[in-house]
């Protein structure tokens, strides 16, 4: 589980430790299009040895998740995912009810 607050700098340093190629895409975050995490479209799939930092400002609360995005069915499926919580940084807004 990655935990931030609410307009944290992220910086999320990926290396790839598989014997295949990987990307992350940091689910219902607002993300730069560079930092989106989609192999072949955002960025080049991150290759096995490879790192590749993810940078983006935390945006918007809630909870989350990132996720492999690529062979996504594969990977996801033998846990290439996690939460991502970004705690609201008014935390009188915490229990806040969505109507
Ligand atoms: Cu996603």
Redesign the pocket.
């Known amino acids: 589980m990655l935990r931030v607050t609410e307009d944290d700098r992220v910086r999320a340093v990926v290396r790839n430790d598989l014997d295949e190629s990987t990307g992350i ?1 940091f ?2 975050q607002n993300l730069p299009n560079a930092m989106d995490g989609v192999p072949f479209l955002t960025q080049p799939p991150i290759m096995p040895g490879e790192t590749f930092v993810y940078e983006f400002v935390a945006d918007p609360a809630g909870s989350h ?1 990132y ?1 492999s ?1 690529h062979n996504a069915t594969d990977q996801v499926g033998r846990g290439i995912l996690g939460a991502f919580i970004v705690d609201p940084r008014d935390a009188g807004q915490r229990y806040q009810v969505c109507a």
Do not use: F
């Open positions: 895409h689910h219902g998740m996720h995005h």
